[in-house]
């Protein structure tokens, strides 16, 4: 009897806990880990993408979760620096045991996390940044949403030089990954066009020190300048700007975080344009951005749309969508292998393409403009506004 009994327990042990189970996946959990600044001067970046994020979880927990599972999003604040950034994802990895990273945050932060979770076999989804590196299809464990800053370098000098004939630009970046990889996309678009950068100008990262990159580039006087940087500096750059009556086209990328950024110029901003890599938030005759409000609402009933958060959710969208696809039974190599095979994704009338090869699912860039009242305008063609 006490043997049948041991073999029983046994058996029923063996029947609720699976032998091979992915970290991070129970009977009724998936929990997936983000690595982002959700304090200082960028903080807005990660606790937007975070608030979307968790906007896409819940609208799918409130209908049962996925396979019967309900999706949990553990956050780590990595104050947008390398080192701590590699302590969070160790911490999420190893005592954590996330089933998968999403929604990390930054250039330089990623290109340190990136390779540890490539090592544990764990996905790395959504991260909020445009580096070419992340594009490299041997990476096997990235999924981008986002498109590339080539990208959106691209289309600056495009419709700076076709739309306002201006081909004398400056660009204002920070002084690491990111801004180099802003740089590198920057340099390519104007070799394209036989032109010559007008001035360089520098920050360091997480500080508003923007004095002596402002002198380099007035000196040069610029019909515009193209700006690589987090909304805090780039701020203090426009508005100190604004102060000493230096005037060009200010052209800002996605990473920006175009809301926080017109937050802090205020009646500084008008004008100022910023290149976008997700549809505009307010244009609710697409389905995808009509949920994304009631989503965010449902959370937070004081939420407003903006960018970065509508970029987590579309990142968490994804990711609901291609565990349902992958089957109860899922793995990280499953999550994966389900968003690449499918290949075309539709979520909710925004199109999102993958591959073997192609590991960036949109790379359309759409322009904004900040009006006098701190709202965006989508353009399609930039116009020429008056000096403040």
Known sequence: MKFRFLTVAACALAVSVPALAEDGVTADTIVFGQAAVLEGPASALGTGMKAGLTAAFEEAN??????????????????????????????????????????PVGTPTSAATQPIAMAAGVPFIGPFTGAGFLRNPKLENVINVRGSY??????????LTEDLKIKKIAIFYQDDAYGRAGLSG??????????????????????VAVKSALLALRRAEPEA????????PSA?????????????VFVNISFVGASALAKELGKDGEGVIVSQVVPFPWDVSIKAIADYQAA??????KAEPDFVSLEGYLVGRLTVAALEKAG????????????????NWDIGGVKLTYGPADNEGFDKVFMTVVQKDGTFKAVDKLMKVSSN
């Open 236 to 248: 203090e750059f426009i508005k100190l700007s604004r102060q000493v009556g230096f005037n060009p």
């Open 296 to 301: 965010m609402k449902a959370v937070d009933a």
């Open 150 to 159: 080539d990208a959106e370098t691209e289309a600056w000098v495009k419709h």
């Open 186 to 207: 920057f340099k390519k678009a104007m070799d394209k066009r036989s032109l010559e950068i007008a001035a360089e100008g520098t920050y360091e990262r997480n500080t």
């Open 328 to 343: 109860k039974d899922v793995t990280r190599a499953g999550l994966l292998k389900a968003i690449k095979d499918t290949g």
């Open 225 to 232: 300048v193209v700006m690589v940087g987090a909304y805090k």
């Open 62 to 103: 409130k209908k049962g979760g996925v396979h019967g599972r309900k999706l949990k999003l553990n956050s780590v604040d990595d104050g947008y620096e390398p080192a701590k950034s590699i302590a969070a994802t160790k911490k999420l990895i190893e005592e954590d045991k996330v089933f998968s990273l999403i929604g």
